[in-house]
């Protein structure tokens, strides 16, 4: 990804003027851009607006990955052997780099790091919702890759096509990961499926905890929306309802290879439509975690504030030494 | 408090042997081999390079995307400059 950092010589005099401002017939221009499918790189002129729903959602994706890691965390000291421990652990460590890869691609568009940081612990920036929840048994990490994985794979392949270039190729680079996140979790679920009837019902019980939070992924309602000039600018190509729909009827067959049912009893085929037809979603549940009343909201930023804390003399000291080396050098020649 | 940030740097990465390094993303660190290391971490967890290049992004000297016309129209009315602009008889085409 390019950088805001990149140095671009000074013109003297623009005759266009400068290009921070806004202009309508800039704008006619970008918006001519997006219609011919081009992209827009860093340095392209982008109305205001469109700069600022790109860094609060890139920044929200990236902050998603972070406190995702944490959930799973939980279960790096306790995986039932050497081999999921091993794939965990991997597992983590992308979601990691996928924050990574969303943080500079975010950082692109003039906004730094530390903000980027900074609104994160200090709740100004939100995350998936989905990471508010427990992972209570070892079930939890299987559905977490097969559920959760699966819905954040249908609505981020997308996103590969979105029309900001940095966004959009650091979509391409965390799809192709993800699609081992799902295909793990699922594997992790057939080989309990295999086990004794406890671990049968672990997984019913984590499948029934999970499955509406993660169709709630997809986010509110078409009509609901507030965000439509994502649309309009090529940045969320496919609606929420259209995503939920295609994540609905991908899983069912899923679910029916795995030998676990999904808690609706509304679940079932519409022939006329040619999808299934689902229950009605509990709203209230998505905005009282979205807004903070979920069961770990509290524990994950608590936890990503202390991360940040406890490693600033370590920031600090590698820059200092960093200085002093340069220093050193600097005299030496 | 006064912000203190790791600097900036460009990675670029060469997938194998026999092609070019090819910028992938940036990564923030302290010093070049710091930024080598967590590069390596983010960027080639799958076996996607075997060269890793690190550039600070501040040293990186961008054209300006305005100046895309004049950098740039000039080559297309030159279309001389391409094999197929030369149509030669059927039998020596495949020249």
Redesign the interface.
């Known amino acids: ?3 805001q ?5 000074q ?1 003297d005099a ?1 005759e ?1 003027g400068p ?1 921070a401002v806004e202009s309508p017939a800039y704008e006619a221009e970008f918006n001519a851009r997006i219609d011919a499918g081009e992209f827009i ?1 860093p ?3 982008m109305p205001e607006k469109y700069r600022k729903t790109l860094i609060r959602q890139i920044s929200q994706h990236a902050h998603s990955e972070i406190v995702g890691m944490l959930p799973e965390g939980n279960w790096i000291t306790r995986a039932p052997s050497l081999k999921r421990k091993a794939i965990l652990l ?1 597992k983590v ?2 979601e990691g ?1 996928h924050g ?2 969303l943080y ?1 691609a975010a ?1 692109t568009l003039g906004v ?3 903000e980027l940081y900074e609104a994160l612990l200090s709740g100004k920036a939100k995350y998936s919702s989905i990471f508010n929840y427990p992972t209570l048994n070892w079930a939890d990490i299987g559905v977490i890759g097969w559920l959760v994985d699966g819905a954040a794979i249908m609505n981020q392949i997308p996103l590969c096509k979105c029309s900001y270039g940095p966004y959009a ?2 979509m391409i ?1 965390v799809c192709k ?1 993800e699609s081992f996140h799902q295909r793990q979790g699922y594997d992790a679920l057939l080989q309990m499926m295999k086990g004794t009837a406890g671990q049968r019902e672990m997984v019913q019980d984590a499948v029934n905890r999970w499955w509406w939070p993660s169709i709630m992924m997809f986010g509110p309602h078409d009509k609901d929306s507030i965000h439509v000039e994502s649309a309009r600018w090529g940045i969320k190509r496919i609606s929420n309802d259209d995503l939920r729909q295609k994540f609905v009827d991908a899983t069912v067959k899923q679910a029916e290879v795995l030998g676990v049912t999904l808690p609706d009893p509304d679940l079932k085929w519409n022939a006329e439509r040619g999808h299934y037809d689902f229950g009605a979603i509990d709203w209230d549940e998505f905005w009282s975690v979205v807004k903070g009343d979920g069961q770990c909201n509290v524990d994950r930023i608590a936890a990503r504030r202390k991360a940040w804390d406890d490693g600033a003399w370590v ?2 000291a ?2 200092a ?2 200085e002093k ?2 220093a050193r050098e600097k005299v030496a020649a | 408090m006064e912000r203190k940030e790791w600097p900036l740097w460009e990675v670029f990465i060469r997938s194998r042997n026999g092609l070019d390094h090819k910028h992938c993303g940036s990564v923030h660190a302290p010093d070049p081999r710091m930024a080598l290391q967590v590069a390596r971490d983010v960027y080639t967890r799958r076996m996607e390079g075997v060269s890793i290049w690190v550039v600070k992004a501040s040293d990186i000297v961008a054209s300006d995307p305005d100046a895309k016309p004049e950098l740039f129209d000039p080559a297309e009315d030159k279309i001389y400059r391409h094999p197929t602009f030369y149509k030669l008889p059927d039998e020596v085409n495949h020249m």
């Open positions: 990804m390019y950088t950092a990149l140095d671009i010589p013109k623009d266009r290009r790189e340095k392209d002129w991997a460590q992308d780099g990574l890869y500079a950082e730094s790091r530390d190729r650091a680079r990961e920031r600090e590698a820059l030494f960093a080396q340069a």
